[in-house]
């Protein structure tokens, strides 16, 4: 991974924002992973990340991620490998996984979202949440709705958030059009998966499958985010529908959300959060 930053320009912030995400999840882990423990073997290596990142070493015990550290390999990745090469990415990201300790903050799906199936269109990546546990994995689902996700997503997953009932008072998901590529992947094996029903009924996407992950675990919430945060005239089409979707209402299930989130946050002893999600330094030469 340090190997890739260099070989590549702009990706420095993303293996800062990367040890920020493993060092905040190492926080809330029971047992805890602190960055002295991850590095223990290795001193040096504590010692020269230190002077080169020593954001994430400062503030990984009172900032929360925006999101789970897999999505940053994935951003390094797409950004070494170019959109268009979604086939290189794709085993890229599944040459890495076969490097590193199975599950332990590994996404195992990637989705790849277009405007449509042109090939010749942009292409927006998500991967599934690569936390350990259940309670990190709620806390980074809240921590991306109210920090990075886009609005639309963000309110679709809150609909549902934290349990698997929709919320009577809000609802926020909504329906991409039909021409819009929605395809999901496994980083484990080398095939592509149908959508769950949780995110059939985010996103209006068509599926047979039953499986119900939570919401926002999985990588089509990354994916669409990505998608309409570039694609306006998609969001456009795609605006949720539900009469109760109110900016008043929305706001109270946000803060419904941040309440859920600081008292998981309590619960795994990450008792210091100032409020704010990391944003990672990106003036590195």
Known sequence: MLDWCNMTAGSKKFVDEILHSIFSLGKINNPQFLPEMIFADDKQILENLKKTYPKPFELYSTQLPRRSPFSCVMDMIVLQKG????NQILQSL???????EPKFLVSSTICISQKSNNP?????YGVSMSTFGRNPGKIVIAASCCSIWEDYVAGAVMTYYPKKEKNPDFDGTIKLPKDVRCQAFSLCKEESMSPCKSCANLFG???TDNKQWPY???????????????ENDVKEKAQPTSPTCT????QKAKASVEKHLRDALCMMQFKKWDGN?????????
Request: glycine share 2%; charged share 30%.
């Open 205 to 207: 996407l068509q599926t």
């Open 247 to 250: 900016e008043t209402n929305r």
């Open 216 to 230: 926002g675990n999985c990588a089509e919430a990354e994916s669409v985010s990505n998608l309409l945060k570039k």
């Open 277 to 285: 999600y990391y944003t990672p330094q990106t003036n590195y030469s």
């Open 120 to 124: 010749n269109l942009e292409r927006y």
């Open 94 to 100: 599944r040459d890495f996984i076969k490097e590193l």
């Open 83 to 86: 959109q268009k090469n979604e």
